[in-house]
C-alpha cells in the first residue's frame, strides 16, 4: 500500500525553520566533547576522516554562540569562518553550523557533498556527492528534513520542502522531491519507492 502526498503531511508536521544561528543548536544535554569523542567513534576512531573534522567545526560553531563574552566569541567566529571554508576546500564538504544536526551522523568519504537541510536526525549516514538543498532559488527555505536513522546513498540529490522518513534508504544518484515514508527504499530519477523495510531492521539508537 502506497501513501499519498497529502497523507504524508497529515501524518509528520513540519520542522521548524532553519535555525537562524544565533544560539547553539548542538543536540540538548550533551557537552561539546562528549559530541566529538562520540562522532570520533562513528567514523571507527579516524581522526583524519575529513567527515569527522568537518563534524568537529559544525560542532565548534554551534558551541561558540553560547559565549556570552562577546570579543572572544567574535575571535571564535573569526576561527569558525575559517574552518568551515577549509572544510569546503580540503573535505568538499559544506555543512553550514545553521543545519541542525543529531547524534552519530556519519559522512562517508568525502567530496562533492552540500548539506544545506533544515535538520538531519540521529544515526544518519550521507555519503560522497550528496545534495540536500533547494529546488529552485525563489524559495531558500524549502530544505529537506532527515529524520533518524535515514541512509542515503553516493550522488543522491534530496530536495525541497520535504521529509525523509525514519529508517529510509535513498538510492545511489537518486533525485528526491517529495516526502519519503518511513522505512522506504528510494531509487530513481524521480525516485520511486521500491519496497519498505521492515521496521525491525532499523537499529536502536546507542545510549547517550
Same mark, same amino acid.
Given at each position: 500500500?502506497?501513501?499519498?502526498?497529502?497523507?504524508?503531511?497529515?501524518?509528520?508536521?513540519?520542522?521548524?525553520?532553519?535555525?537562524?544561528?544565533?544560539?547553539?543548536?548542538?543536540?540538548?544535554?550533551?557537552?561539546?566533547?562528549?559530541?566529538?569523542?562520540?562522532?570520533?567513534?562513528?567514523?571507527?576512531?579516524?581522526?583524519?576522516?575529513?567527515?569527522?573534522?568537518?563534524?568537529?567545526?559544525?560542532?565548534?560553531?554551534?558551541?561558540?554562540?553560547?559565549?556570552?563574552?562577546?570579543?572572544?566569541?567574535?575571535?571564535? =567566529? !573569526?576561527?569558525?569562518?575559517?574552518?568551515?571554508? +577549509?572544510?569546503?576546500? /580540503?573535505?568538499?564538504?559544506?555543512? &553550514?553550523?545553521? #543545519?541542525?544536526?543529531?547524534?552519530?551522523?556519519?559522512?562517508?568519504?568525502?567530496?562533492?557533498?552540500?548539506?544545506?537541510?533544515?535538520?538531519?536526525?540521529?544515526?544518519?549516514?550521507?555519503?560522497?556527492?550528496?545534495?540536500?538543498?533547494?529546488?529552485?532559488?525563489?524559495?531558500?527555505?524549502?530544505?529537506?528534513?532527515?529524520?533518524?536513522?535515514?541512509?542515503?546513498?553516493?550522488?543522491?540529490?534530496?530536495?525541497?520542502?520535504? =521529509? !525523509?522518513?525514519?529508517?529510509?534508504?535513498?538510492? +545511489?544518484?537518486?533525485? /528526491?522531491?517529495?516526502?519519503?515514508? &518511513?522505512?522506504? #527504499?528510494?531509487?530513481?530519477?524521480?525516485?520511486?519507492?521500491?519496497?519498505?523495510?521492515?521496521?525491525?531492521?532499523?537499529?536502536?539508537?546507542?545510549?547517550?
Amino acid at each position: 500500500m502506497t501513501l499519498s502526498e497529502d497523507s504524508l503531511k497529515r501524518q509528520r508536521p513540519r520542522a521548524a525553520p532553519t535555525s537562524d544561528g544565533s544560539t547553539n543548536a548542538n543536540p540538548p544535554g550533551v557537552g561539546f566533547w562528549h559530541l566529538v569523542a562520540e562522532d570520533l567513534r562513528t567514523h571507527r576512531g579516524d581522526w583524519l576522516a575529513q567527515g569527522f573534522w568537518c563534524l568537529f567545526w559544525h560542532r565548534f560553531g554551534n558551541w561558540r554562540m553560547s559565549v556570552r563574552f562577546k570579543p572572544a566569541r567574535m575571535v571564535l =567566529t !573569526v576561527i569558525y569562518r575559517v574552518m568551515f571554508r +577549509a572544510c569546503q576546500w /580540503v573535505g568538499g564538504i559544506e555543512l &553550514p553550523y545553521t #543545519v541542525q544536526v543529531g547524534r552519530r551522523v556519519r559522512l562517508e568519504h568525502s567530496g562533492g557533498m552540500v548539506l544545506v537541510a533544515r535538520s538531519i536526525g540521529n544515526d544518519v549516514v550521507l555519503r560522497q556527492n550528496t545534495t540536500l538543498g533547494i529546488p529552485r532559488d525563489d524559495d531558500i527555505h524549502a530544505r529537506p528534513v532527515l529524520e533518524d536513522h535515514v541512509d542515503i546513498g553516493a550522488g543522491a540529490a534530496v530536495l525541497g520542502d520535504i =521529509t !525523509v522518513g525514519r529508517g529510509a534508504w535513498i538510492g +545511489a544518484n537518486a533525485v /528526491v522531491v517529495k516526502d519519503v515514508p &518511513p522505512c522506504a #527504499v528510494m531509487v530513481g530519477v524521480p525516485a520511486k519507492c521500491i519496497r519498505m523495510r521492515d521496521p525491525s531492521e532499523i537499529g536502536a539508537a546507542e545510549a547517550g
